[in-house]
């Protein structure tokens, strides 16, 4: 491979919450962390494996660092304005990476973060109190973000059909907007925390739907970059004209390249009564501002090198997305797993382990830690007995990650 997809970066101390946040926020039991001293002592014992919080332990694009270093040798940071090619390289991105046609400058609008976009494009859709409609599992961000500014959330499940591929619920779906009065839903598209890429026809059916009640989209494709194994990203507005026209789009460099401190996101619209107003909410709190860095590392992101560099990556996760699956159906009985299709993250269901066990996942949970595995408990994404793991780390720690859980874990 071109690039670098195998050095261990040591991220202690530099603000990375991945690594420092484990033993903060959750972690191993002083007994353990006692034993796992006295085997560092001895020349072994466990350091951390950071595989919770959804960023990746690669070093970025070197285009990125490239262009941000350019920037910063010109020690002025001032006032800017953003320039052209800031919306032409979005839209030779969106063209040549999503088939995207008629994308032009005026469609595309700067956004501090994607849950932000959410924030600001549900306050131009909707009164406070009124119902948004969410898939469950659910991202915690959307839950977080949507409750938090005074609406409610439906939740419709999806499910798991006869080849353990997720889908959508749509007589469910259908149900309760019609029964809730809902006219605004929030999509996920690659799905996080299930991994799912959705085919052209579901993306479809779910328009005609929205159509039939006039729900309006939010969608989020922020991982639409991140598609494994020969899956193909569909974005949400290409279906139909109704999508095109009622939805909107939010999409980031940040999860695709690991720019996650530096923010910066944008949004797709191509409604310009929804435009005028999205600019009009964005600018109330003069807080949605781009910062120089985000633009230049947007600028190296989306370049001939990005490009080579997300298809290598693409490789790498799912060549571990591929072994974790593996290793998972041969070794942890009672542990269910479909293989995620896009993100880099995998979505746990210990049901079945710890009904044998005669465990609670908290137990399981502590389990991990206490071996140093950083994996996230699942259940605030409305997973029972769920686990989120994070993928995104060089092939040869996701196999120790697996053969540790193996050893000390799931026996």
């Known amino acids: 491979m071109k690039f670098d997809f195998t050095t261990v970066w040591d991220r202690r101390g530099k603000d990375s919450i991945a ?19 006295e085997l560092k002592a001895q020349g072994g014992g466990f ?16 285009a990125i660092t490239e262009e941000l270093q350019t920037r910063a040798e010109h020690p002025l940071f001032g006032y800017y304005g953003t320039p052209d090619l800031y919306y032409q390289r979005i839209i030779d991105w969106q063209q040549e990476r999503n088939g995207v046609e008629g994308l ?30 969410l898939h469950s599992p659910t991202y915690v961000g959307f839950t977080g973000c949507i409750e938090n500014n005074g609406w409610k959330i439906v939740h419709s499940p999806l499910y798991k059909d006869e080849q353990n591929i997720w889908r959508m619920d749509y007589e469910d779906m ?5 029964d809730e009065k809902i006219h605004a839903c929030v999509f996920c598209s690659p799905h996080n925390p299930c991994g799912r890429v959705w085919e052209r026809e579901e993306l479809e059916r779910m328009m005609e739907i929205f159509e039939r009640h006039q729900v309006f989209v939010i969608s989020d ?156 408990d699942g259940r605030g994404f409305h997973g029972p007995n769920s686990i989120r793991l994070n993928l995104a780390l060089p092939t040869l720690r996701v196999k120790e990650a697996f053969e540790r859980l193996g050893k000390y874990v799931f026996v």
């Not at 259908?174 to 019609?178: C, D, Q």
């Not at 298809?311 to 269910?336: K, M, Q, T, W």
């Open 19 to 37: 690594v420092d946040g484990f033993g903060g926020w959750f972690g191993p039991t002083e007994e353990a962390k006692k034993k796992n001293e």
């Open 47 to 62: 350091d951390v494996l950071p595989m919770w919080v959804a960023d990746m332990n690669f070093a970025t694009c070197p």
């Open 104 to 133: 032009e400058k005026k469609h595309i609008a700067y956004e501090n973060g994607v849950l932000g976009g959410v924030v600001t494009a549900l306050n131009v859709l909707l009164s406070k109190g009124d119902k948004v409609l």
């Open 174 to 178: 259908e149900k309760k907007i019609v």
């Open 221 to 376: 494709e922020i991982w639409s970059d991140i598609i494994l194994n020969g899956h193909k990203h569909i974005p949400t507005q290409s279906v139909s004209e109704y999508a095109r026209l009622h939805t909107i789009a939010e999409y980031a460099p940040t999860k695709t390249f690991n720019l996650a401190g530096l923010q910066g996101s944008y949004h797709i619209c191509y409604n310009e009564w929804l435009s005028d107003r999205l600019a009009k909410e964005s600018s109330l709190s003069h807080y949605n501002a781009m910062n120089v860095f985000s633009m230049h590392a947007l600028l190296g992101a989306y370049s001939d090198t990005g490009k080579a560099w997300v298809d290598e990556l693409r490789e790498v996760l799912s060549e571990n997305i591929n072994y974790a699956c593996d290793f998972i159906r041969d070794h942890f009985p009672g542990v269910a797993c479909a293989k995620a299709e896009g993100t880099y993250m995998l979505y746990l269901d210990c049901s079945g382990w710890c009904e044998k066990k005669g465990i609670t996942i908290d137990t399981l949970l502590q389990q991990g830690w206490d071996v140093y595995v950083a994996w996230q």
